[in-house]
C-alpha cells in the first residue's frame, strides 16, 4: 500500500503520483492529506477514484468522506475514531483498516472488527521516530500470527520485502518506498511474487 504525502511528492501532484504507481501495479493507495478542507480532500479522493482500474483506494481517519467519494475504505489513525463505531456505521460498505503500534493494539483492532491494520515502525525511520525504537521483525510475527491481516510499516525498502513476508505480514506500507525515481515497478513486482494475495480484499 502506498501512502501519499503531497509535500514529500512535490513537485509531483497527488493525482499524477497515483497515476504512477497505478501503472506500476502497486495494488492499493492511502490517500493521507490531514491538513486539507473538506471539499478540498472530497474533490481530490473522488479524482483518485476515477482513475478507476483495480487499486484499491483509501482514505485517511474519514469515513464519511470515503463514502460519499465511492472509495474502497476508511484507514482510522492511531488516535482516530474507534474502530468498533466505524465499523458499525460504515464496515458494510468499507473496508476499515486502524495504524497500530503493538501487538496489543493489533489485538484490540481485531477484537472491534478492522478488516486490517498497519503495525510499525518495524525498522528505524524518521517519520516514526516519535513512536518509539522500531518494533522489529519479531514483533511483526507475533502481530501476524493473531490472524488479522498486518501490513508492514516503517523503515521497509524493496530489499526488506522478503524478510518482512517471512515474517508472516500480509503486506507492506511506506511513503518513501513508492517515491518518484525509485523502484517502484520493481516493488510492486515482488509484492505480487510474495504476496499473492495482495490480489484479494483484506
Known amino acids: 500500500m502506498a501512502i501519499s504525502d503531497r509535500k514529500a511528492l512535490a513537485p509531483e501532484s497527488v493525482e499524477a503520483w497515483a497515476e ?15 491538513d486539507l478542507d473538506d471539499a478540498t ?9 476515477r482513475l478507476g482500474n483495480e487499486t ?20 482510522l489513525p492511531a488516535n482516530g475514531l474507534p474502530t468498533a463505531e ?10 476499515v483498516g486502524r495504524s497500530t503500534h503493538s501487538v496489543e493494539e493489533v489485538r ?35 502481530a501476524a500470527a493473531l490472524g488479522l491481516p498486518v501490513l508492514a510499516l516503517g523503515g521497509i525498502d524493496h530489499a526488506r520485502l522478503p524478510a518482512v513476508a517471512a515474517a508472516g505480514a500480509w503486506g507492506a506500507a511506506g511513503i518513501r518506498l513508492f517515491a518518484a525515481g525509485g523502484p517502484c515497478r520493481e516493488v510492486a513486482l515482488t509484492a505480487r511474487e510474495l504476496w499473492g494475495n495482495l490480489a484479494e480484499e483484506p
Open 20 to 34: 504512477r504507481l497505478i501503472h506500476a501495479g502497486v495494488p492499493g493507495l492511502l490517500l493521507r492529506e490531514k
Open 108 to 142: 484490540q483492532a481485531a477484537a472491534e472488527g478492522a478488516s486490517y491494520v498497519l503495525f510499525g515502525p518495524i525498522f528505524a525511520t524518521p517519520s516514526k521516530a516519535a513512536f518509539g525504537p522500531p518494533l522489529g521483525l519479531g514483533a511483526l510475527e507475533r
Open 56 to 75: 484499491s483506494m483509501m482514505l485517511s481517519a474519514r469515513f464519511d468522506l470515503a463514502l460519499a467519494a465511492g472509495l474502497d475504505g476508511v484507514h
Open 86 to 95: 466505524v465499523v458499525a456505521s460504515a464496515g458494510s460498505c468499507l473496508r
Open 41 to 49: 480532500l472530497f474533490a481530490l479522493a473522488d479524482r483518485l477514484r
